[in-house]
């Protein structure tokens, strides 16, 4: 299993420019999450489905910030303008269940400076 | 409120035994997480609880009580790579909402 699959592993770009974070999760897993991480603020939740539909979108701080999931296998975090302060590192997590002992697998993750 | 609270910052040394401890207010319980995280990579699933007591995987154990709204991990023998960051995590409900503290970051020293 490849696990989950994010790309790309880093991304510099400049104020203003829109931003598409992309992610593969777990074949057969049916929640996926997208994480922000910063040192200020630890890891944020901002957005999660379940097959394929988007269940809780309040953690996404602004509409210049939007995700989809157009099927099982794919999703996309965008943001459009992009600024400086959503410098941080996106993650991407699925797992098969949200009850019981099952823990979310991350992908590595998107480094994303905007400058 | 929600608050999960960890040490910032912890020191040890090679071969020895650390505890980490995190505490937590929740408005409900369905489970805690810890999770380890390198410098620059995802968090890694360790370890979960949802009953009062003990879990051991290994090196690594995770204590749970659930009236004190407490936890800890223990990891013993203690090896250089386990220097990283420890984050607990609580799930409120039967959901998917998982509750993040900040983190505890482990030195090891040799």
């Known amino acids: 299993d490849a696990g989950v699959i994010q790309s790309p592993r880093h991304e510099v770009t400049e104020m203003g420019q829109e931003v598409t974070l992309r992610c593969k999760p777990i074949s057969g897993h049916d929640y996926l999450f997208w994480y922000r991480q910063t040192m200020m603020r630890g890891l944020e939740l901002l957005i999660y489905f379940n097959n394929n539909v988007p269940i809780d979108d309040s953690g996404m701080p602004e509409d210049r910030f939007s995700a989809k999931m157009p099927n099982a296998s794919f999703s996309t975090l965008k943001i459009q303008p992009s600024e400086p302060r959503d410098s941080a590192v996106y993650f991407c997590?699925?797992?098969?269940?949200?009850?019981?002992?099952?823990?979310?697998?991350f992908g590595s993750g998107t480094r994303l400076t905007v400058v | 409120g929600q608050n999960i609270d960890q040490p910032t910052e912890m020191t040890a040394t090679e071969g020895a035994i650390v505890q980490i401890n995190c505490t937590y207010q929740t408005s409900g319980f369905n489970g805690l997480f810890w999770y380890q995280q390198h410098a620059g990579e995802a968090p890694t699933f360790l370890s979960y609880n949802v009953l009062d007591g003990l879990e051991e995987k290994g090196r690594f154990s995770s204590f749970l009580s659930r009236s004190k709204g407490y936890s800890y991990l223990l990891l013993k023998e203690l090896q250089m790579k386990d220097s990283a960051s420890y984050l607990c995590a609580v799930r409120e409900d039967s959901n998917y909402q998982l509750i993040w503290g900040a983190g505890t970051k482990l030195i090891i020293k040799p």
């Open positions: 997590a699925s797992t098969l269940e949200v009850s019981g002992n099952y823990g979310y697998t």
